[in-house]
């Protein structure tokens, strides 16, 4: 209950905060004002007379809100073809680097947030699955003649080590209706909750979890500083937040072929695969608005992390932020 | 910056009305949901490569699974400009057809009367037409908007022909089974000359079992291809007035001969 009430108190600071010129020194301000041309922001008194991006069209905030909902509403059932096929099975190598990055060990409770179809929650899964196999055959080599000390402690402490979680939460219904059903199929429950929740406003306590993970998600949320506050609230100090989203393509001559690729190729892929050009419109607008690696590192330690830095995948076509609570 | 170029956009699109060579991030611009960019509401601007890519992309999915009805009506779009302007011209030279381009009529459940259409006499091209919806399980809503075209009479030249289709299965009395389908787009292909129905025409057969191929081989197929070239143009037909009149006299009017072989309705578990 005083976590909401705290949840009320940040919520009236920050609208206050907005109706103040952002003249204010200080980190937090700059993540507001300082993004330069990428979005355009009429400061006035009511929220939703403020526009934002939405692709390449200019909209209020409430309205993009709406408007993204609508498009994941509409591609869920064909989400995880359509990203094979649009990425060509690499989005499960991005997927993959994402958890060796993370290399989380039995205990840790993941917070999946925009994980939809479930994708990162079911590798997180298998991953400690496997280290917990891994530390289990470790420990039967070499304690192949245990002293009766050694057989008494690993009585007592069996019931003691932590079960690993993962929590997806989503605000799209559709997106965790088919990660349920794809969980259900592959046969994975235990210890996998799935939550409809808002990034920038998460039903969780403070202090819950080891790890933050938001893959291809972020670009898609209004106020992304408020996402990074949240994950800074929800995160244990010590907690690792870590992001996957689509990049800056440095070099010109990768960056040309990417280009015509996502726009002559991307949206055809989604008219005809899952019968919608303009989701998949969006969805390549969408990546051209999202700030650059450097811009985003920026607004990650303008949240409150530490030890931020970033790895290119793909030749920056995907970039992997990571950053701590401490 | 990102404003300037979206101001530009849309100043271009105003100027041309095809556009050959486009920055990349001005190739696709998405129509809002209150005002849109394009020709028409739904329009779509594609470059040519993607038309080309939409074309063999619908093509194999159509052919892969052939109810999706949305795939084949954007391989039509796709690959149908020279013969919707062909059609267009058609219809301009023909005084109902004029008429039809000039008050653009939509046949939607929000502007046919259904019931009064089912109360007409039996024989009826309207009550025919009911019956036909009902027997078949489909309505005239389910066609999908034409998103590709780009010209916006052609683009109803477009609608207005798929629109019709339903009636052309009236007309020969075709069921929307495969067969049925199948020897409405022969007939559709000797008329309109669209590649999407001589596409549909060639290739719909390798669906049929023996037996209905064999149907269409011997009778159907001859019955509906000549039938294409010597009937009256189906698009010229003003139907929306004539839905009193008999089914027999219209086709007498058209130059269509009953169908050859009675085809009972699909059973189909979706429409």
């Known amino acids: 209950m005083a976590a909401s009430m705290r949840l009320l108190v940040r919520r009236a600071v920050r609208l206050s905060h907005r109706n103040i010129t952002l003249t204010a020194a200080g980190a937090a301000a700059r993540s507001g004002c300082c993004r330069g041309p990428s979005v355009c922001r009429c400061f006035s008194d009511e929220a939703e007379d403020r526009s934002t991006h939405f692709g390449f069209e200019t909209v209020s905030e409430t309205e993009k809100a709406k408007r993204v909902y609508k498009v994941f509403e509409n591609v869920a059932q064909k989400y995880d073809i359509m990203n094979d096929a649009m990425s060509l099975g690499i989005h499960r190598v991005w997927k993959d680097a994402l958890l060796h990055v993370m290399h989380p060990q039995p205990g840790a409770q993941l917070l999946d947030v925009a994980g939809g179809t479930g994708d990162i929650a079911f590798r997180f899964l298998e991953y400690i699955r496997s280290q917990e196999e891994r530390q289990k055959r470790r420990a039967a080599r070499s304690s192949q003649t245990p002293s009766w000390q050694d057989i008494s402690n690993n009585y007592s402490t069996e019931d003691e080590s932590r079960e690993s979680r993962a929590v997806v939460c989503d605000i799209n219904k559709e997106m965790l209706k088919v990660g349920k059903q794809k969980a259900d199929s592959l046969g994975v429950s235990a210890g996998l909750s799935w939550v409809v929740g808002d990034a920038e406003e998460l039903p969780f306590d403070d202090d819950q979890f080891d790890i933050y993970t938001i893959a291809f998600g972020i670009r898609n949320v209004t106020h992304i500083d408020q996402a990074l506050q949240e994950a800074l609230r929800v995160l244990k100090p010590g907690g690792r937040f870590m992001c996957l989203e689509f990049s800056k393509v440095n070099n010109p001559i990768l960056s040309s072929i990417y280009d015509a690729y996502s726009f002559q190729m991307i949206p055809v892929i989604g008219e005809v695969i899952a019968g919608d050009w303009k989701s998949y419109q969006y969805l390549v607008e969408s990546i051209r608005k999202f700030p650059n690696q450097e811009e985003f590192k920026g607004m990650i330690e303008d949240a409150g992390f530490y030890c931020v830095k970033y790895y290119n995948l793909t030749g920056g076509v995907v970039a992997l932020h990571s950053g701590f609570k401490l | ?271």
């Open chain 2, 1 to 271: 910056m990102w404003l300037r170029i979206q101001r530009l956009n849309q100043q271009r699109f105003v100027l041309t009305a095809k556009v050959c060579v486009h920055q990349l991030h001005t190739s696709s611009t998405e129509p809002a949901s209150s005002s849109y960019n394009g020709l028409y509401p739904g329009h779509i601007h594609t470059t040519p490569i993607q038309k080309a890519l939409l074309a063999v992309g619908s093509g194999v999915a159509a052919l892969r699974d052939p109810y999706r009805h949305d795939m084949v009506a954007v391989l039509g779009e796709a690959t149908g400009h020279f013969a919707l302007i062909n059609l267009r011209d058609r219809m301009k030279n023909d005084p109902e057809g004029y008429t039809i381009l000039t008050e653009r009529p939509r046949i939607r459940l929000s502007t046919i009367d259904v019931a009064k259409m089912a109360s007409l006499p039996e024989g009826s091209f309207g009550r025919e037409y009911v019956r036909f919806l009902e027997d078949n399980h489909v309505t005239p809503d389910s066609r999908a908007d034409v998103k590709f075209v780009d010209d916006e009479e052609l683009a109803y030249v477009m609608l207005r022909y798929r629109e019709v289709h339903d009636l052309m299965h009236t007309l020969l009395g075709m069921p929307t089974n495969m067969l049925g389908e199948v020897a409405v787009k022969w007939f559709e292909a000797a008329q309109t000359g669209l590649p999407m129905c001589a596409f549909g025409a060639a290739l719909g057969p390798l669906r049929l079992n023996a037996s209905r191929l064999q149907t269409l081989v011997t009778s159907l197929g001859p019955w509906a291809l000549r039938n294409g070239l010597r009937a009256r143009f189906v698009l010229n037909i003003f139907y929306e007035r004539r839905w009193e009149q008999s089914l027999e006299d219209l086709r007498q009017e058209l130059n269509i001969e009953p169908p050859p072989v009675i085809l009972s309705a699909a059973k189909k578990m979706s429409t």
